[in-house]
Nanobody, 126 residues
Framework: QVQLVESGGGSVQAGRSLRLSCAAS????????MGWFRQAPGKEREGVAT???????SYADSVKGRFTISQDNAKNSLSLQMNSLKPEDTAMYYC????????????????????WGQGTQVTVSS
């Protein structure tokens, strides 16, 4: 059973920064692809940032220039550095990992991922 454990969420004022981390426990598959998704109340889940099996990084237009995704394959971990946070970034953030190679043009879709974290809340106040 693969487990994804997230940390780093919290409440901050607009303009501040947060760094989310995701560690894969009992991860028996190679880290083919990992990504971050978020869901706000009343809205559908959306991709935030992903890394495909070729190491290609992609970002949602709404976070480009502010967020940076990084992956440490040796540690099976994933991070999301979030700078210049805005109230519209408020959401539950989920870490995801694939069990097969994933190649994406732009953001990888949520359907590409088998394993998901429990979610960590990010709240940005104006």
């Amino acid at each position: 059973q693969v487990q994804l454990v997230e940390s780093g969420g919290g409440s901050v004022q607009a303009g501040r920064s947060l760094r989310l981390s995701c560690a894969a426990s009992r991860y028996t598959y190679r880290t083919y692809s990992m990504g971050w998704f978020r869901q706000a109340p009343g809205k559908e889940r959306e991709g935030v940032a992903t890394i495909d099996s070729n190491g290609r990084t992609s970002y949602a237009d709404s976070v480009k220039g502010r967020f940076t995704i990084s992956q440490d394959n040796a540690k099976n971990s994933l991070s999301l550095q979030m700078n210049s946070l805005k109230p519209e970034d408020t959401a539950m953030y989920y870490c995801a990992a694939a069990h097969i190679p994933v190649y994406c043009t732009g953001l990888c879709r949520a359907t590409a991922y088998r394993y998901w974290g429990q979610g960590t809340q990010v709240t940005v106040s104006s």
